[in-house]
DNA sequence: TTCGAATTTGAGTATGTGTTCATATGTACG
DNA sequence: CGTACATATGAACACATACTCAAATTCGAA
């Protein structure tokens, strides 16, 4: 009986090989926030049509109207998706009477993106 | 009555403001499959304990238990979320007797996410 | 071959996410 | 002012996703 629970306790006292990889990733790991914003942009650009409005955006300014035929979805679809664009920092816009014209926010949002195409082409 | 369905169809036949632009738009869009795999590869990227397992592996190549151990989770969960990763030709591993250890597959992801945080330290 | 350990797989479930529809804002212009 | 148009917002819904648990698989060694 009572062995029969020291194997228990043992058992699962750690089921980890290699302890030391484990300390050393937590030391180097990416600070929580960091790793939660970083994440949050990841998945912003994870998304067909967000994608699709980055790219194009990459180009020229385009307003929501643009946006919604190009893409083909609702012009509220769109405003929805260029609103966590925004929040990220991805795009940004200037207002010209009742258009607004959205653009890319920096260069590093298409510097990730060719990085990233890339990688796409040189696995079949 | 003919006039107000005249107006009608005027109004709804195209709401987008500059066709040329989403002419262009859509020349120079990304293919639609390449556009796909793009947004696969960000969204694999874009989960807070994928891309932590993505960091760690960055440094050195870990078991299962051990990014388990790691991130706080069940072998099981890292064990789905490393098929996403392996499928998109992100991580790769070798085996040793019973344990598998994972690897990044190449420093494309690295990269990645290194242009990623120069993206997010710039803004506040 | 049989056992134990590492890993994978499948089912179940709770939570997120992307879209549309209806409605509200805000801006220019008569 | 009030009307028209571009955009934004909120609710609702269908669908995806990330986890845990239980069971299957795979490998090395007794």
């Known amino acids: 009986m ?5 194997n228990q306790v043992e058992r699962c006292e ?3 090989i290699h302890q030391e990889r484990v300390d050393t990733a937590k030391d180097h790991a990416l600070p929580e926030k960091e ?8 998945k912003a650009m994870g998304d067909p049509n967000r994608l699709r409005i980055l790219w194009a955006l990459y180009r020229e300014e385009m307003c929501v109207c ?7 979805v609702t012009e509220s679809a769109v405003s929805h998706q260029l609103r966590q664009l ?7 816009n200037r207002r010209k009477g009742p258009i607004l014209y959205y653009r ?5 949002v298409s510097a990730l ?6 990688h796409l ?3 079949p």
């Open 86 to 92: 925004r929040q990220l920092f991805l795009v940004s």
């Open 113 to 118: 993106i060719h990085l990233a195409l890339e």
């Open 66 to 72: 643009d946006l919604a035929q190009f893409i083909g």
């Open 121 to 123: 082409r040189e696995d």
């Open 14 to 16: 750690c089921r980890c």
């Open 104 to 108: 890319l926010n920096d260069n590093h």
């Open 2 to 6: 009572k062995g029969y629970l020291q």
């Open 35 to 42: 790793n939660e914003r970083l994440a949050a942009l990841f």
